[in-house]
């Protein structure tokens, strides 16, 4: 049994006090689902003050990027080290990266085995854009993103995979659950053919891409997705602890 992931990006939103105002808005609904791993992924800036309003609760922290140099002449950028003593997560190649900021398939996996090298979690980002999918290609392009993204990356460490098909992405178009799965499948056995059956079917992999409220229920009913990695709507307390709530309750069902 995969335990449940749900994982709020927060992307370039808040304040110090806005971030610190909407954790302590809904730290006490997530702290009571405990059958549910929660990660929060707000600004760095904003890492210090979060981490005491989540001390001693079930709710961890995650970066949303790194570089992976552990320090040096690399203006602007935060190294795996410097993450390590304040979180436990970071989300890499995420699409927002790859398309605005020009990370490559190369890059990510340089990320990622500096994450895991420095005990952090990553959770790996991987999906097609629309283009590729009217092509019939989320395929070839999963499987790329997969097999480039885990070269040489040990299989006795954990990755958490987030797909999010590109369109789906802040458009309120979100995938269909089933479509989802059946890609999150096949992510799962791209997985199996590089790491083995094993680490696949320990592996978590979260659906992202315009996940609500309203429509978590039909992801997290698919037995292949693990969670979702959500973006807007974890900016809002009642609906990112409403997504916590029916993940909890749906996957406990027997
Ligand atoms: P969204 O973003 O939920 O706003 O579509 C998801 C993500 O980019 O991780």
Redesign the pocket.
């Known amino acids: 049994m995969r335990r449940p992931f749900i994982a709020g990006?927060w992307?370039m939103n808040t304040t110090v006090e806005e971030a610190a105002a909407l954790v302590s808005s809904m730290i006490g609904d997530l702290n009571n689902e405990t059958a549910v791993d929660i990660v929060l992924c707000p600004p760095f800036i904003s890492f210090y003050r979060i981490s005491e309003t989540i001390e001693g609760t079930s709710v961890r922290l995650g970066a949303q990027n790194m570089y992976f140099k552990e320090k040096g002449a690399y203006t602007g950028e935060i190294s795996p080290l410097m993450l390590k003593p304040l979180c436990q997560y970071v989300i890499l190649g995420?699409?927002?990266r790859r398309q605005i900021f020009g990370e490559t398939d190369g890059m990510v996996n340089e990320k990622i085995k500096a994450a895991l090298a420095a005990g952090l979690t990553p959770i790996f980002c991987i999906g097609e854009t629309l283009e590729e999918n009217d092509g019939g290609r989320t395929g070839t392009v999963i499987t790329r993103q997969i097999r480039e993204g885990l070269k040489d990356v040990p299989s006795n460490k954990e990755i958490v995979v987030?797909y999010?098909p590109i369109w789906?992405?802040?458009?309120g178009r979100a995938a269909a659950g089933g479509q989802a799965g059946k890609t999150i499948g096949l992510i799962r056995s791209e997985i199996a053919g590089m790491l083995g059956k094993e680490k696949a079917e320990a592996t978590r992999i979260l659906y992202?891409?315009?996940?609500t409220a309203a429509n978590i229920a039909e992801f997290i009913s698919e037995p292949q997705i693990d969670g979702a990695?959500?973006?807007?709507?974890s900016l809002k307390a009642a609906d990112f602890t409403g997504i916590v709530k029916q993940v909890a309750s749906i996957k406990a069902a027997p």
């Open positions: 990006n992307k995420h699409s927002e987030a999010e789906a992405i802040g458009t992202g891409g315009s996940v990695l959500v973006g807007g709507a």
